[in-house]
């Protein structure tokens, strides 16, 4: 038996509306309901993991793409209490260092300057977690925090990525998910 397979590619939010046109035509044609892969990366995952919540109901997913796009997850991520926190928190800071630096305690102004610059080198992740808040916004945008098991059974999906600390391949799916140099696929 022959089997279909749609590889979704990357550029954003242009990669994930123009995607959406991709799978709308493949099922004006009666070619989606026949696909058994579906392999992505960057905007084109946003697409296929979306497509893969959302199998069963085309016209949900068509919505939540739409909607989707149309909020900024830079802005959502600018707004956030965590962001203002770590933003006037670092204001303050500077403010203070510049303070001393005029009223004549140079070594301790570079003193707080260094402590800043170690704290945020070293913290950097814990202080501003860039990634868990890009995370919750693609949730609440797309996702509404289902998990990989949550997609279509009936779709095998890779949905790609780098392992920053290998530079390989990772990939995620409804099954398994590991860097290519540990796992293969077992289908």
Not at 89 to 109: E, H, K, N, P, V
Not at 129 to 141: A, D, H, Q
């Amino acid at each position: 038996m022959k089997k279909i397979g749609l590889s979704l590619s990357g550029g954003g939010y242009r990669a994930t509306i123009y995607h959406l046109g991709t799978l709308k035509k493949l099922k004006a044609l009666g070619i989606l309901e026949h696909v058994d892969v579906i392999s992505t990366n960057s905007g084109g995952s946003i697409t296929g993991a979306t497509y893969g919540l959302y199998a069963h109901d085309f016209e949900t997913f068509e919505n939540v793409i739409r909607h989707g796009v149309q909020q900024s997850v830079v802005k959502g991520v600018l707004r956030s209490w965590r962001f203002l926190l770590f933003f006037v928190a670092t204001l303050f800071w500077m403010a203070t260092i510049i303070y001393m630096l005029y009223r004549g305690y140079a070594w301790a102004s570079f003193g707080l300057l260094l402590v800043l610059t170690v704290a945020f080198l070293y913290f950097q992740f814990q202080l501003f977690p860039i990634s868990k808040l890009n995370e919750r916004m693609y949730n609440r945008f797309f996702f509404n925090k289902k998990p990989l098991s949550a997609l279509s059974p009936s779709i095998r999906f890779a949905i790609n990525a780098t392992n920053l600390e290998t530079g390989r391949l990772f990939t995620f799916s409804n099954t398994a998910m590991g860097d290519s140099v540990y796992s293969y696929p077992r289908r």
